[in-house]
């Protein structure tokens, strides 16, 4: 009894111990110097501004502009050709008028204004969109540094890189006293987070490297390493970085413009300050395209299990058992005298014209792996002919082994009427076969379908877990 | 009455208390431990939700040149692991859909494929956490010496699949793509032309000896229109389906600029509008009453309204079946009755 006791004491005090260890963990020993990681910035507009040019006078009171659709002056920075990156309701300052909306995109050349200009304007006055964009910038230290400061380093233009136009080679910062304001969050060992600052390229503190706007923020404390820090630059309904116009006119719709910007974390004072580390990241501006780029074409694509005790397909799930999002387990389901069936639900949205599709494939049949001679669950092969991956047929009979799957359209038109489960199941192939689709073919919102899979083996299968993975693939159609 | 309750004895009550104490102490230092690194529940759907943006590109390269395209890839589902991968793909049918050939390989050299980002690289997994995006900044270069010839390939976006559970599973990744349709050419002009294969109505009934379709007045009339691209780049068609009728009936259909790939043809659409947003819809005119012969031509441009023109036409004739087919039953049915009530 005596000796019991003794031992569940000794067990005791040999698990506290052993938790000792644990509290190494909490304390993690700490990186001696690298460059700053994870390091990027997210534009929250990234369309080039346009700066463009008028291919004749315009008069007092006219609303109709024509524009170069070439580049006349490289050196007067109007690099946007045409009308095709504007948009209806867009913003236009044409000359020295204020700006006025662009009521219609008429031709390739021509724009029509919701008004007339105030002030007449000359041929090869520039004509100006702003876009403008919050910088999101965000990096993990590598380096324990007190009371130290992040720099963000901007690319701006190199000749008027502040007076809220856009520049040809870099970013505008807007005029004196409407620069964007900066502030930083997150981070460890940080006590206080002072106010940010942004410095034009050339002022004072923000001299080099050269034509590079400066985006300040200190701190107070020990700061830590390994703990991400965010510094945005810009409010939305306050002052933002204004984005460059074109480089060239040689671009393709979405082609990006590439630029390199610098986050740097410094000790010492603004004037005179040192960098510990640095990370140079690149943040892409891209042409906009009227056509598409009203509302921008986006495809999503989403995966979800079905709950436990649901029916889909016309076929209830086993009691209890459920899918998830990754994984279809069948488990102690698999039986040789039913079918087991579980099922997950595929939904795909997008806004591009010429909709979707969606395939699915397997990496091979369902194999245990672990078992001498890898033995496999062979796919379906239903109960009547031709059962292909493409084309379902009639499987009620357990007599017919093997691994298949069917459809149902839940919304939307997504499955084709001859693959939903009253035509029966087919088996997964090695290549990629259609599940999914837009019809009529264009964009579509939520379209919704059950993916439903049976299986049910003989008697002489071998015991094990048999696994494989099937590979759904969402594109849009060309 | 005796009570059997055992005397407490003071070595047990010593050990016990000794060890409620390591027994808490254990709990205090594993709940620590775990409120340090157990991760925080958030509140967000299981699924797995990616989606992304330009879901196509477009473009025509001159041979020693390169662009870089921003892509936008959006985790609206758990965290997880994105791979990215570029395949070549082929055109499955008709319709604008595609099957996925081969990955590209390392030694690729028509295009070269790389990454702009300082911290993201092609073929090399980067976590996204639920919420986020991550814009990865595609660089596409083509070398001097690829031949002039049109490249398509999907850029993918994978999820890893599920860990093994120790059970029989399958095991489901989720991947999302984006089209790239490149055209490389030194001079800016690759050869464009194409052909129309089939044009026809719908459920065309023909009669033996006539060469024109048979339609009820009161039908759709709904066209088939396939085009084939027999040049060197993909190309667009613009155009309209022309009606006329003996009767001064008329229509224009507009057809959907869709785009027609090397050596692949394609069934086209209509052009539908609603708002700004323009969409495919079926090639299709659908009048209150048609009567008697009709001619439709169908009139393509490649590429452009001003490019190269192909045409082709198809006549039918429309005629009341279905109206004259229940007149005559009725007047049978009412001769019937009349010389019942004779008789």
């Known amino acids: 009894?005596?000796?019991?006791?003794?031992?569940?004491?000794?067990?005791?005090?040999?698990?506290?111990?052993?938790?000792?260890?644990?509290?190494?963990?909490?304390?993690?020993?700490?990186?001696?110097?690298?460059?700053?990681?994870?390091?990027?910035?997210?534009?929250?507009?990234?369309?080039?501004?346009f700066r463009g040019q008028l291919n004749g006078a315009v008069a007092v009171g006219s609303g109709v502009i024509t524009l170069e659709e070439t580049i006349v002056d490289m050196l007067a920075e109007n690099t946007s050709t045409g009308s095709a990156a504007l948009m209806a309701n867009e913003n236009l300052k044409v000359g020295l008028n204020a700006p006025i909306a662009a009521k219609t995109i008429d031709t390739a050349s021509r724009v029509v204004l919701e008004t007339g200009l105030i002030t007449a304007a000359a041929d090869k006055d520039p004509v100006v969109a702003t876009s403008s964009a919050i910088h999101t910038v965000s990096f993990t230290p590598a380096t324990t540094l007190p009371n130290g400061a992040f720099r963000v380093l901007i690319p701006a233009g190199t000749t008027t890189a502040n007076d809220g136009l856009p520049d040809l080679n870099g970013f505008d910062i807007g005029?004196?006293?409407?620069?964007?304001?900066v502030s930083c969050l997150g981070g460890s060992g940080i006590d206080i987070w002072e106010t940010g600052t942004a410095t034009a390229s050339g002022a004072t503190g923000c001299t080099s490297p050269a034509n590079f706007h400066c985006f300040e923020c200190r701190y107070s404390g020990n700061g830590g390493s390994?703990?991400?820090?965010?510094?945005?630059?810009?409010?939305?309904?306050?002052?933002?970085?204004?984005?460059?116009?074109?480089?060239?006119?040689?671009?393709?719709?979405?082609?990006?413009?590439?630029?390199?910007?610098?986050?740097?974390?410094?000790?010492?004072?603004?004037?005179?300050?040192?960098?510990?580390?640095?990370?140079?990241?690149?943040?892409?501006?891209?042409?906009a395209v009227r056509v598409t780029a009203t509302v921008s074409p986006t495809l999503t694509f989403q995966i979800t299990g079905r709950a436990a005790d649901t029916t889909s397909c016309g076929q209830a799930t086993p009691t209890g058992i459920g899918t998830t999002y990754n994984s279809v387990p069948f488990g102690t389901t698999v039986s040789t005298s039913a079918f087991a069936n579980l099922a997950q639900q595929l939904l795909v949205s997008t806004n591009a014209a010429g909709g979707y599709t969606?395939?699915?494939?397997?990496?091979?049949?369902?194999?245990?792996?672990?078992?001498?001679?890898?033995?496999?669950?062979?796919?379906?092969?239903?109960?009547?002919?031709?059962?292909?991956?493409?084309?379902?047929?009639?499987?009620?009979?357990?007599?017919?082994?093997?691994?298949?799957?069917?459809?149902?359209?839940?919304?939307?038109?997504?499955?084709?009427?001859?693959?939903?489960?009253?035509?029966?199941?087919?088996?997964?192939?090695?290549?990629?076969?259609?599940?999914?689709?837009?019809?009529?073919a264009g964009p579509v919102d939520s379209d919704m379908a059950y993916v439903c899979y049976r299986i049910v083996v003989s008697g002489t299968q071998a015991a094990g877990d048999y696994e494989n993975y099937v590979i759904y693939i969402a594109t849009a159609t060309f | 009455m005796k009570t059997n309750v055992k005397p407490i004895n003071t070595n047990e009550q010593i050990i016990f208390s000794k060890g409620a104490v390591l027994?808490?102490?254990?709990?205090?230092?594993?709940?620590?431990?775990?409120?340090?690194?157990?991760?925080?529940?958030?509140?967000?759907s299981l699924s797995l939700?990616?989606?992304?943006?330009?879901?196509?590109?477009?473009?025509?390269?001159?041979?020693?040149?390169?662009?870089?395209?921003?892509?936008?890839?959006?985790?609206?589902?758990?965290?997880?692991?994105?791979?990215?991968?570029?395949?070549?793909?082929?055109?499955?049918?008709?319709?604008?859909?595609?099957?996925?050939?081969?990955?590209?390989?390392?030694?690729?050299?028509?295009?070269?494929?790389?990454?702009?980002n300082a911290n993201l690289s092609l073929s090399v997994p980067f976590r996204l956490k639920s919420g986020n995006s991550e814009q990865v900044i595609l660089k596409i270069t083509i070398p001097e010496d690829c031949p002039e010839e049109d490249y398509y390939f999907t850029f993918l976006f994978s999820t890893p699949p599920a860990a093994k559970i120790g059970?029989?599973?399958?095991?489901?990744?989720?991947?999302?793509?984006?089209?790239?349709?490149?055209?490389?050419?030194?001079?800016?002009?690759?050869?464009?032309?194409?052909?129309?294969?089939?044009?026809?109505?719908?459920?065309?009934?023909?009669?033996?000896?006539?060469?024109?379709?048979?339609?009820?007045?009161?039908?759709?009339?709904?066209?088939?229109?396939?085009?084939?691209?027999?040049?060197?780049?993909?190309?667009?068609?613009?155009?309209?389906?022309?009606?006329?009728?003996?009767?001064?009936?008329s229509a224009e259909i507009e057809i959907?600029?869709?785009?027609?790939?090397?050596?692949?043809?394609?069934?086209?659409?209509?052009?539908?509008?609603?708002?700004?947003?323009?969409?495919?819809?079926?090639?299709?005119?659908?009048?209150?009453?048609?009567?008697?012969?009709?001619?439709?031509?169908?009139?393509?441009?490649?590429?452009?309204?001003?490019?190269?023109?192909?045409n082709s036409q198809v006549t039918f004739l429309a005629f009341p079946f279905k109206l004259g087919l229940a007149i005559l039953v009725a007047f049978v049915v009412l001769g019937l009755i009349k010389n019942k009530v004779r008789t």
């Open chain 2, 23 to 44: 027994v808490f102490a254990h709990l205090f230092i594993l709940a620590c431990y775990l409120l340090k690194f157990a991760p925080i529940a958030k509140a967000q």
């Open chain 1, 226 to 287: 390994g703990t991400a820090i965010t510094m945005t630059i810009g409010t939305p309904a306050g002052n933002q970085l204004i984005n460059p116009s074109p480089t060239s006119m040689t671009r393709y719709p979405g082609e990006a413009d590439t630029y390199a910007y610098r986050v740097r974390h410094i000790y010492g004072t603004v004037q005179s300050y040192s960098t510990l580390d640095e990370t140079i990241g690149k943040i892409g501006v891209v042409e």
């Open chain 1, 358 to 440: 969606v395939t699915a494939s397997e990496s091979a049949q369902l194999t245990a792996w672990n078992l001498s001679g890898t033995p496999t669950i062979p796919d379906t092969t239903c109960q009547a002919t031709p059962c292909t991956t493409t084309t379902p047929q009639t499987w009620t009979s357990t007599s017919y082994k093997g691994f298949g799957y069917t459809l149902e359209d839940v919304n939307g038109d997504a499955v084709a009427d001859s693959l939903e489960y009253a035509n029966g199941y087919r088996p997964f192939g090695t290549t990629g076969v259609q599940v999914m689709r837009a019809d009529p």
């Open chain 1, 1 to 49: 009894m005596l000796i019991s006791r003794r031992l569940a004491k000794l067990v005791l005090i040999a698990l506290l111990a052993s938790q000792f260890f644990n509290l190494s963990l909490l304390f993690p020993k700490k990186l001696e110097s690298a460059n700053l990681i994870n390091v990027s910035d997210t534009l929250s507009n990234n369309r080039l501004s």
């Open chain 1, 175 to 181: 005029e004196s006293g409407d620069e964007p304001p």
């Open chain 2, 167 to 249: 059970q029989s599973v399958a095991r489901e990744a989720g991947t999302i793509g984006a089209n790239l349709l490149l055209t490389v050419s030194k001079d800016g002009q690759p050869l464009r032309k194409g052909e129309i294969t089939e044009f026809t109505l719908n459920h065309c009934r023909k009669l033996p000896l006539f060469n024109f379709c048979l339609l009820d007045s009161l039908d759709p009339v709904e066209f088939i229109l396939k085009i084939s691209n027999t040049g060197q780049a993909f190309w667009k068609p613009f155009g309209k389906v022309k009606i006329n009728g003996l009767l001064r009936q």
């Open chain 2, 256 to 310: 959907m600029a869709e785009n027609v790939l090397t050596k692949a043809s394609r069934q086209l659409h209509g052009q539908c509008q609603e708002g700004e947003e323009i969409y495919p819809c079926p090639l299709g005119w659908q009048p209150k009453f048609l009567l008697g012969p009709y001619r439709a031509k169908a009139e393509l441009a490649i590429t452009s309204p001003q490019g190269n023109k192909i």
């Open chain 2, 49 to 116: 939700s990616l989606s992304l943006w330009p879901p196509i590109l477009e473009a025509m390269m001159i041979p020693g040149k390169s662009i870089t395209q921003a892509y936008t890839i959006t985790n609206s589902g758990l965290d997880t692991i994105i791979d990215t991968k570029i395949f070549k793909f082929e055109p499955s049918d008709e319709h604008g859909n595609i099957t996925l050939v081969e990955e590209v390989s390392a030694d690729q050299k028509c295009p070269l494929f790389s990454f702009e």
